[in-house]
C-alpha cells in the first residue's frame, strides 16, 4: 500500500514563500499523477494543484494560478508545491493525494500545516 | 449551477440507510463520474469510491455509489457510529480544466 508524507508546513509572514514537500514510497511514483488539496482550519477541502505522471501536465486553481507551481522528481519519488506571495486566505492544512484517472485521491498523506500570519 | 452541490448534513438513526447526494453540471458530470471520500474529525481524507463508482478493496460493502443524470449519490447501509463523518465528492470540470470538490454533507448517527 502507498505512503505519502508532506512536510515543509510552518508560520510564514504574507507576501512571503514557502515550499511543501512530498515524499512517495510503496508504489511506483513516476506512473501516478500527484495532486495538492488544503483544508482551511474548520472548513472543507479544496483542491490546489495537480500534476501528471510525466510533469508535463499541470493544473491550477484560479485562487493560485500565478503564486503557486507544482513540481516532481521522480527520481527522488518527491512532489514540491512552491508558494509565493503568501496570503492570509492560504492557511491550511496541504495534503498531496495520487491521482490515476480513475481512482483520483485514492491516497492522502497526513497533512502539513500552513499558517500565514503576521 | 456552478461546482459540486452537496447537503450540508444528513441525520440518520443506528442502522438505518443514508443516501447523500451530490449535483452537479454537465461539465463534471456529463462524462465522468465522481469520487467519494470520508473523512473524520482530525484525519485526512479517505478514499470510499472511484468515477466508476467501485469501491476499492477494504471499503465496506455498506458504502455504494451510483449516479443518475447530473446527480451522484453515496449510499451507506446499516449505519454505524464510525460512519460519523464528513462526506465529499470531487469530480473534474472540463470548461475550468480543474477539479471541484463540493461542500461536503456531514453525516451524524443518532
Known amino acids: 500500500q502507498g505512503h505519502l508524507v508532506e512536510s515543509g508546513g510552518g508560520v510564514v509572514q504574507p507576501g512571503r514563500s514557502l515550499r511543501l514537500s512530498c515524499a512517495a514510497s510503496?508504489?511506483?511514483?513516476?506512473?501516478?499523477?500527484i495532486h495538492w488539496v488544503r483544508q482551511a482550519p474548520g472548513k472543507g477541502l479544496e483542491w490546489v494543484a495537480v500534476?501528471?505522471?510525466?510533469?508535463?501536465?499541470?493544473y491550477y486553481a484560479d485562487s493560485v494560478k500565478g503564486r503557486f507551481t507544482i513540481s516532481r522528481d521522480s527520481s527522488k519519488n518527491t512532489l514540491f508545491l512552491q508558494m509565493n506571495s503568501l496570503r492570509a486566505e492560504d492557511t491550511a492544512v496541504y495534503y498531496c493525494?495520487?491521482?490515476?484517472?480513475?481512482?483520483?485521491?485514492?491516497?492522502w498523506g497526513q497533512g502539513t500545516m500552513v499558517t500565514v500570519s503576521s | 449551477q456552478a461546482g459540486l452541490t452537496q447537503p450540508p448534513s444528513v441525520s440518520k438513526g443506528l442502522r438505518q440507510t443514508a443516501t447523500l447526494t451530490c449535483t452537479g453540471n454537465?461539465?463534471?458530470?456529463?462524462?465522468?463520474?465522481v469520487v467519494w471520500l470520508q473523512q473524520h474529525q482530525g484525519h485526512p481524507p479517505k478514499f470510499l469510491s472511484n468515477?466508476?463508482?467501485n469501491r476499492p478493496s477494504g471499503i465496506s460493502e455498506r458504502f455504494s455509489a451510483s449516479r443518475s443524470g447530473n446527480t451522484a449519490s453515496l449510499t451507506i447501509t446499516g449505519l454505524q457510529p464510525e460512519d460519523e463523518a464528513d462526506y465529499y465528492c470531487?469530480?473534474?470540470?472540463?470548461?475550468?480544466?480543474?477539479?471541484?470538490f463540493g461542500g461536503g454533507t456531514r453525516l451524524t448517527v443518532l
Open positions: 493525494a495520487t491521482h490515476l484517472n480513475d481512482a483520483p485521491f485514492e491516497i
Open positions: 510503496g508504489f511506483t511514483f513516476s506512473t501516478y499523477g
Open positions: 500534476i501528471s505522471y510525466d510533469g508535463y501536465n499541470k
Open positions: 454537465s461539465n463534471i458530470l456529463g462524462n465522468q463520474g
Open positions: 468515477r466508476n463508482n
Open positions: 470531487s469530480g473534474w470540470d472540463n470548461s475550468l480544466s480543474a477539479w471541484v
